[in-house]
């Protein structure tokens, strides 16, 4: 299977010790868990929801990789929460963070849920037909694999990469500022 992760270009692409701050899917020193998007949006509204990013001004300063990872075909477990807490802030990671330590305590190694950042129907893709046209409107999904990521093999597909501006009327932003944690990745 085939992911999108962006990242900081400073720093390695996945992380691999439990040093990792917490994040939906994982606690304080339960990492490494890897976090994907089937789609480049979906990877894109992670960064633009937790950066807290709605100005299109703003997107012309980002500069971030874009990565291509082949997470190999292993099934992932699909995490059923109300819609509210998949999607929902800050407040309803705990919730999240304990149905994936449920799931990694049966053996899963692979979570997959909507994605929290992308509006309903917003990992549209493009299409072309008599020129550039948005795509069917699909739910993005959010793939994390817990563990080491020496089996993991990436590509990166944009350096110094922004996105489109566009994808920001697709992102659900918080609702209210609220303080985050930052991490360099």
Request: glycine fraction near 14%.
């Given at each position: 299977m085939i992911?999108?992760?962006?990242?900081?270009?400073?720093?390695?692409?996945?992380w691999e010790d439990a040093a990792q701050p917490a994040g939906r899917w994982h606690a304080a020193g339960e990492g490494p868990a890897h976090y994907f998007a089937d789609t480049p949006a979906g990877a894109w509204a992670e960064f633009l929801r937790?950066?807290?990013?709605?100005?299109r001004a703003?997107?012309?300063?980002?500069?971030r990789q874009m990565w291509v990872v082949d997470i190999g075909d292993s099934p992932a477990a699909r995490i059923n929460l109300p819609a509210r807490v998949l999607?929902?802030?800050l407040d309803s990671y705990p919730r999240c963070q304990r149905a994936a330590?449920?799931?990694?305590?049966?053996?899963?190694?692979?979570?997959?849920?909507?994605?929290?950042?992308?509006?309903?129907?917003?990992?549209?893709?493009?299409?072309?037909?008599?020129?550039?046209?948005?795509?069917?409107?699909?739910?993005?999904?959010?793939?994390?694999?817990?563990?080491?990521?020496?089996?993991?093999?990436?590509?990166?597909?944009?350096?110094?990469?922004?996105?489109s501006s566009d994808l920001l009327n697709r992102v659900r932003h918080f609702s209210r500022r609220l303080p985050i944690a930052t991490t360099p990745r």
């Open positions: 992911v999108f992760r962006q990242v900081d270009a400073r720093f390695p692409f996945l937790h950066e807290e990013i709605a100005d703003d997107l012309a300063t980002i500069r999607t929902g802030g330590k449920r799931a990694r305590d049966r053996g899963v190694r692979r979570i997959t849920a909507r994605s929290a950042a992308l509006t309903s129907g917003g990992a549209r893709g493009m299409r072309v037909d008599n020129g550039v046209r948005p795509g069917e409107p699909r739910d993005g999904m959010v793939i994390v694999v817990f563990g080491s990521p020496r089996d993991l093999v990436g590509w990166p597909a944009g350096t110094d990469a922004r996105p």
